[in-house]
């Protein structure tokens, strides 16, 4: 067979030489696409030889070889050999690999450590075996039963660029005589084994290593290996001690790390070794295992009898089927036998073994979690390491592998579920805690946790000789986990959660391991213990120990000019690997600084610094420094992490835009802070409780190349901290004030919660193992609160895998005394706390609905507690009072915080008191933003995915970028629909940067993002090029960054604060850019269909809120008002909707429910009525038909049991439900299941969506829900005929409706009537002509209200209508004002407004303005003048309102209108005349005053003020709260009044605010035009009165 490569080969491979030489292009840039294969099939035992000719550091991974039988011919070839199927055989690494799955993990000499110059070939043999050799030694058999027609198959993978075929011919005998002998000394040198006994007279060449141990004076921890070429004594010693020194167990420590050839030869089919058999002839035998020794062949060549085999004198034998190898037998003392630690054939019901029981997998790991458990095959040995790696996990479950020892023999276990379910003599490690016969004995026993541990990453134990139980993590020892274990124990494996597949490890080489990257890594400090040196604390930068580097640096690292410069020599092909140390401990002020000398464009990512506890001496140094976990803070970037976790985010400077020249510090105070510095400048304390005798670090990493120590340091001297503890922040810092000198002394106690830590000098808490531990973490204040003063926290961090969020109250409870619950609401005792919307005393419920939902507040959240003098406990979110929570407190209370599920992270800001909260900042920004709720008329939402220095607020409607001046993409939520327009407000600006805002469309999908985007992202959206972006940057359209167009309209350069610009595509595929409303024309043509806005908060631009509203949100789904002559002017009482204007629905299929439903479940009525019948759960029912597309599925509420909480919850299940095991809840199928829960929607028990819809909770009896799947897959929601919109998308086809008849919910039934205009109360529908032109707003139909039939009005059942109607009764008003028919009275309280579907905004009158919605207050309807009913005229004037004072309700409402006179603080005052556009000048008076008014006494003109939105009138200024007594509960409240009005359009002006204000008070409406002003008495009429009540 010829020596050449076939023609055909990878894309980027390029052959010579006669094709002999291939060589792959572009070897820096792309790493695969480098295959070649022979040119002609392989030969019986023809060895096919290639040269490796050159290598690059650029990547990892290596030479791949092997066969396939696939004619290369008609290949199509992967990108890598792993890739190819259909019989192909590859060596990869030290892996073999059959058809890209793995059959063998440990093989041969690892290729990746092979250098150029070496040989690698590969060969079948005549029996059909897979050889590997690498220069010409032959590495054994690799597989078996290969098919004749073989090609041999060589990748130029990663760091291998050039190979050159060398021959393809059987090996001469003289090498395989060589290959024979060298491989034994390979086995020897490199392999290691537990030997746990010896006969006399055997293996004696193991004098050597216990001569060595004694040399080293016990000293066990790295045992050296077995020299290859020690001939072996006549006879091994009968007692060790006296000329050793050792004792038992250190002998067994020399022994255990001695050799690991025998068990190879058992791991891989070599038998057993003990037994008979006949040896073979080193000429003639063939070699058919790694490390086999038969037939009495010894390695020096001196052969002698054992274990009945003869082999000849002088050679080695190499036959696996010999039995008469020295066969390690027990001995006096117990000793066991040597047979190799597999898996015990016996395991869990899911367990398939496999790779000779090494290998343990847990089958249908997506659909089960446990039943995983497996054993070893044996008792373990003392001193003898059980470790496994971890091969697969799968991300769906919580929690992960557990691992231990138990006293259970396999054969007799009855195998529970998971191994903690064991009450006896079993002891786990469980997450990063101890469990003992399945209870907790130590909860944090280790830094590790198991359950965020990754695939590759390795676990291990040892049973010591004194009993003690060891664990390691990536061969790291983790300590004592319990000192007192019995003899004798089997290991066992609980392949639980997310942990799939193990295998059994022989080698423990945790250095090879650290090559693979597969570690943790986390260095241990060897030289704990060790005396240290005495240290002059006094700085002296001319003694003789100045502050060098060490000489131990990173691998590719390097030090010179005498230890002052470190450098990464080849820091263009390697971006980590180059951390370095100072040569000593920092003395305390001594500052370590660095100069940036070299820098490379080639890496993201720069210098880090800091410091560590290590000793560099023996620190094995990781990759990177933030990879240590234990003894470690670095700065890097803008940030500072404390072993391996960011405990400041925003900290100062980006370390990322250092250039060469700048300069970077690190210094250690005497009180023990961190400071660091940058170019000379304080960046503040950065950490607290940092010990002494410190270590400085630098990681030369991505751009950073080189660096220098300054010897001469001159920096500004440090502030000092005040008595009261490290308070004073740096501007930057998370918790400062911007120009503030804060000495608020508030921190978080040092007892807290076993899962809870405390950082940053007290003002930072966090949940570790966040994504394994959800609740343990609670943290409280460090002493009581004032009255009056606040404490106020802000979210830092939340994970989205748990529901349920933080909670807050306080807590009478000393810390020194409170045994720290699970959870706060678990204390019987002293305690409110505010969970969700409720709020709790002692554990217990005392109030519902709440002013705010802690569960919605997002990242960038605040979150208030103050306690009143008169012992009120009030709230804040985001600086907004909340309202009295509760009463009667004890005077000495303490702020409590429950980092509970979502919410891992907060840092106490540094408010105190409500007065000061506009001053308050948090790790946002500097500047505070309102955070106003969303609203339904805001149709678009930010997508989750974004640039890293992006936070989104608002619940997505408002984007804040939050350092630097790129790094800001942001995406809309959904795809924009043609001519939908897409609409962002600029709120604010910095000058310090040039650049505006980018703004565009895009192809790429946001959810097509990673997981966490932040590092996919390109800095700034000129640079996105993975999928088409056209967008417009200052006045140019770019499409990918290419220019397009020049000079297209206004400059984004120019925009400011208050500006607005919009996007969206035309039907004509053209992609129009809008500023302030003024379409600027088409930008881009050829525009895709299905594209996302885009926009870059770039450069000045710094914070942005939507404003564009939904008019194309649902297309096809235009509502009509109906406005009747008793209706209300907003015409929020009926809708009926346009002909045509819904959905054409299917109403073809008749749904019944299934026969097969949860066991409380009766049915009846032809099956359209389903009750339970007895406690509150085992209640699902889904349809007996599948959900058609297009069709709504409606059923009706009919019975409700107010002695449950919670309600129905109900969705979609993607498979057919005929055998479908019911369990007792719908929250616990996991399979294809789409739930609506409360206002949540979770996808297979995983919350996917929060605020949708109403809380379903809430609905009363005779509610009407629904369910359709619209063409696009999209799962929609209706509440009494009303789309709440879309809740899933992706539903599969067949799907089936699905209840859970839960908590209050006992019966529904199914709605067969279905109108045919869903949410109309009758079936008449008007056409668009028919319409007053009071209802038109450029044409289209404005968006209104529908509220539900009398008999379904969730107001006859809401509790908070219900008490506003007390209040109403109180003030003795006459009947005669109201209006009789009760339904026009509404609630907008939360419950009912998400009921009635309503949305926050409308426009009303002609021209048409906005007006919101008074969320919050209830109204009762007012009756209408004759002369207004008759005339309608009111339905063409806008709708505003006016908050007023109890005192003054009377006399308005016996004048039909806002008079002078009242009392009201917006009843008619003096008045300047008009000024400049129209707006007057109020004058202030004695007893009716605003601030900051002039006192001028010119002609006084009647007026009222009014406004748009209740959240200006219903301000406390305007309308002043009152207190009273409730009736019925006999409760105190505290409750404010105001009136919704109709205005004439053309009888006010409208004009600024008159609070002073900084913040905008309604979203909608900016501040300038947020107040209106009129003087026409007959301008104004009166429509409802509003009470809204705390």
Known sequence: ??????????????????????????????????????????????????????????????????????????????????????????????????????????????????????????????????????????????????????????DLYGKCTQVTVMSCEPPSLAERDTERETVEEHEQEDEEVVVCGVREGEFGGLTSAVNLAAATNGTLEEVPELPPTHNRPDKFPNNLEPETGLTEHQLFDVLNNAIVSLYRSEDNGGGDLGGGGTGTDSGTGSRGDRGSSSGGGSINGNSSDSGGGTGNTGSVSNSPAGGGGARLGAVTGGMLTNDALLFHEKCGTLIKLSNNNKTAERRRPLDEFNNGVVMTNRPLRHNEMFEIRIDKLVDKWSGSIEIGVTTHNP???????????????????????????????????????????????????????????HFYINGIDQGVAA?????????????????????????????????????????????????????????????????????????????????????????????????????????????????????????????????????????????????????????????????????????????????AGDTVGVVRKEDGSLHFFVNGVAQGPAAWNVPPSVYAVVDLYGQAAQATIMDDVDLPPLPEDSLEGPTVMSPSSPCSVAGGNSANDLRFHQLHGTNAVITNGGRTALRQNCRSEFNDAIVISNRCLRDGELFEIVIQKMVDRWSGSIEAGVTAIRPEELEFPNTMTDIDYDTWMLSGTAIMQDGNTMRNNYGCD???????????????????????????????????????????????????????????????NSLCTSNITEKSFSIHSPVAGVAHRLHSKHGKNVVLLGEGCQAVRVGGYAHGIVFSAKELKTDELFEVKIDEVDDQWSGSLH?????????????????????????????????????????????????????????????????????????????????????????????????????????????????????????????????????EEDRTPVEGGEPALVHNTVMAFLENHGKNIQLSHQNLTAARVSSYNQGLLVTAQPLPRQQLFQFQIDRLNASWTSSLSLGVIGHSPDRLNFPSTACCLKRSVWLLQRDSVFHNSLKICENYGPNLDTCPEGTVLGLLVDGNSCLHLYVNGMDQGVAAQDIPTPCYPLIDLYGQCEQVTIVTNTMSTVGGESGEARCQGDMEKADMVDGIKESVCWTPHPEVNPNKTCEYQALCSRFKDLLTLPDGYFNEDAKYNLCYCESCHKLRGDESYYKRGEPPRDYALPFGWCRFALRIKPHCEVSNSFKKWHIAYHGTSVGALRRTLDHA??????????????????????????????????????????????????????????????????????????????????????????????????????????????????????????????????????
């Open 854 to 916: 802690l569960d919605t507040l997002t990242t960038g959240s605040r979150i208030g507690m103050m306690r009143s003098a008169t012992g009120d406990l009030h709230y804040y979110i985001n600086g907004v009072d909340q309202g009295v929570a509760c009463t009667g407190l004890p005077p000495e209370v303490y702020a409590v915080i429950d980092l509970y599920g979502q919410c891992v992270q907060v840092s106490i800001t540094s408010s105190s008191g409500p007065q000061d």
């Open 411 to 469: 054969n007799n276990l009855d195998y529970p579920a998971t191994m903690t379910n064991l009450r006896s003599g079993t002891i786990m490690m469980s997450g990063c805690g101890i469990l003992t016969n399945g209870k907790g004995t130590r909860r944090e026993y280790c830094e590790f946790s198991l359950d965020e541990l990754q695939e590759g990453d390795h676990i291990g134990l040892m049973h010591k000789a004194s009993g003690a139980l």
């Open 1 to 154: 067979m010829a020596a050449e490569l076939h023609p055909c080969s990878g894309k980027l491979i390029g052959l010579s030489n006669s094709n002999r030489t291939a060589q792959r292009n572009q070897p820096v840039q792309e790493f695969n696409n480098g295959l070649v294969l022979s040119r002609e099939p392989l030969k019986d035992r023809d060895v096919f030889t290639v040269r490796i000719d050159k290598k690059v550091n650029s990547w990892s991974g290596s030479i791949e070889i092997g066969v396939t039988s696939l004619d290369p011919a008609g290949l199509d070839f992967p990108s890598s050999a792993t890739g190819l199927k259909g019989g192909s055989w590859i060596v990869s690494g030290c892996s073999v690999l059959r058809d890209g799955r793995s059959v063998l993990e440990e093989y041969g000499r690892d290729l990746d450590q092979l250098s150029e110059g070496d040989r690698v070939g590969i060969q079948r043999s005549a029996h059909g075996e897979l050889h590997l050799w690498v220069n010409g030694q032959d590495c054994g058999a690799a597989a078996s039963g290969l098919p004749t027609g073989l090609w041999a198959v060589v």
């Open 483 to 659: 000192a007192q274990t019995p003899a004798v124990v089997y290991g066992v494996v609980d392949l639980y959660g997310m942990a799939v597949k193990v295998t059994i490890v022989h080698n423990h080489n945790h250095s090879d391991r650290l090559r693979r990257n597969n570690a943790i890594m986390r260095a241990l400090s060897p030289d704990v213990g060790r005396p240290r040196p005495a240290l002059d604390l006094t700085p002296d930068t001319d003694a003789p120990d100045r502050l060098l580097f060490h000489s131990n640096c990173g691998q590719k690292a390097a030090i010179i000019s005498e230890g002052r410069t470190a450098l990464r020599p080849h820091a263009t092909d390697d971006f980590n690997h180059g951390v370095v140390l100072s040569g000593r401990p920092l003395r305390s002020n001594e500052v370590f600084q660095v100069r940036i000398d070299k820098m490379v464009d080639k890496w993201a990512g720069s210098i880090e610094i800091g410091v560590t506890t290590h000793n560099p001496a023996y620190l094995q140094l990781p990759s990177t420094m933030t990879n240590l976990r234990s003894g470690t803070w670095m700065m890097t970037g803008n940030g500072v992490m404390h072993n391996g976790t960011t405990i400041l985010d925003e900290y100062g400077h980006n370390l990322d835009r250092l250039k």
């Open 1457 to 1590: 209108q806002l008079l002078s006179g009242t009392s009201s603080i917006f009843s008619v005052s003096p008045v300047k005349t008009e000024g400049p556009n129209g707006y007057s000048e109020p004058e202030v008076n004695s007893s009716n005053s605003l601030p900051g008014r002039d006192r001028e006494r010119d002609r006084e003109v009647p007026r009222v003020q009014l406004s748009p939105t209740m959240r200006y009138s219903g301000l406390e200024m305007f309308a002043p709260k009152v207190q009273f007594r409730d009736p019925r509960s006999h409760c105190c409240h505290q409750a404010q009044v105001g009136f919704q009005v109709c205005v004439r359009p053309g009888s006010y002006k409208v004009g600024p605010q008159t609070l002073g204000a900084s913040e905008p008070l309604d979203p909608r409406f900016s501040n300038t035009e947020i107040e209106w002003i009129t003087k026409d008495q007959g301008g104004t009429l009166l429509y409802g009165l509003l009470i809204r009540v705390e």
């Open 999 to 1131: 703004m565009g469309l895009t192809t790429l999908a946001p959810p097509e993002l990673p997981s966490c985007p932040m590092s996919g992202l390109s800095p700034s959206l000129t640079q996105l090029r993975c999928k088409v972006t056209w967008l417009l940057a200052g006045s140019e359209v770019r499409r990918n960054g290419l220019l397009q167009r020049q000079n297209y309209g206004a400059s984004l350069d120019r925009l400011t604060v208050g500006n607005r610009v919009g996007v969206k595509r035309c039907s004509d595929d053209t992609m129009h850019i809008l500023i302030d409303g003024e379409d600027m024309g088409p930008a881009a043509t050829a525009v895709a269909k299905n594209v996302y806005a885009v926009l870059d908060l770039y450069g000045r631009v710094t914070a942005v809120s939507i404003v564009s509203s939904s008019v194309l949100e649902d297309s096809g789904s235009v509502k009509a008002p109906s406005l009747s002559s008793d209706s209300c002017s907003e015409g």
